[in-house]
Nanobody, 124 residues
Framework: QLQLVESGGGLVQPGGSLRLSCAAS????????IGWFRRAPGKEREGVSC????????NYADSVKGRFTISRDNAKNTVYLQMNSLKPEDTAVYYC?????????????????WGQGTQVTVSS
């Protein structure tokens, strides 16, 4: 069974940093594009970033460009989301999911094997 597990969330002050991890069990990640999504209270799930299976293609939502960096280590079967200069509006549950590709539109319906999510709270 394909399963993704997110970790690394927490409480951080505005301007701080966190690194989220998305680890796979039951399959190897190197054949999949991986996307990060988030859902803030009262809002729809939105795409944050994605990375292709090789790592050669990455895409970011405009709201996080220049602040977030997605990367992958296929040897560790893990994808990371480095989040810097965090803002209160970044507060959300963050999810990772798998796809056959990474395209700019970051549509949740293109992804499967969703993890359970990790909470990120940015507050002073």
């Amino acid at each position: 069974q394909l399963q993704l597990v997110e970790s690394g969330g927490g409480l951080v002050q505005p301007g701080g940093s966190l690194r989220l991890s998305c680890a796979a069990s039951g399959f190897t990640l190197d054949g999949y594009g991986i996307g990060w999504f988030r859902r803030a209270p009262g809002k729809e799930r939105e795409g944050v970033s994605c990375i292709s299976s090789s790592g050669g293609v990455t895409n970011y939502a405009d709201s996080v460009k220049g602040r977030f960096t997605i990367s992958r280590d296929n040897a560790k079967n893990t994808v990371y989301l480095q989040m810097n200069s965090l803002k209160p509006e970044d507060t959300a549950v963050y999810y990772c999911a798998a796809s056959i590709w990474c395209i700019r539109t970051l549509v949740p319906g293109d992804y499967g094997s969703w993890g359970q999510g990790t909470q990120v709270t940015v507050s002073s």
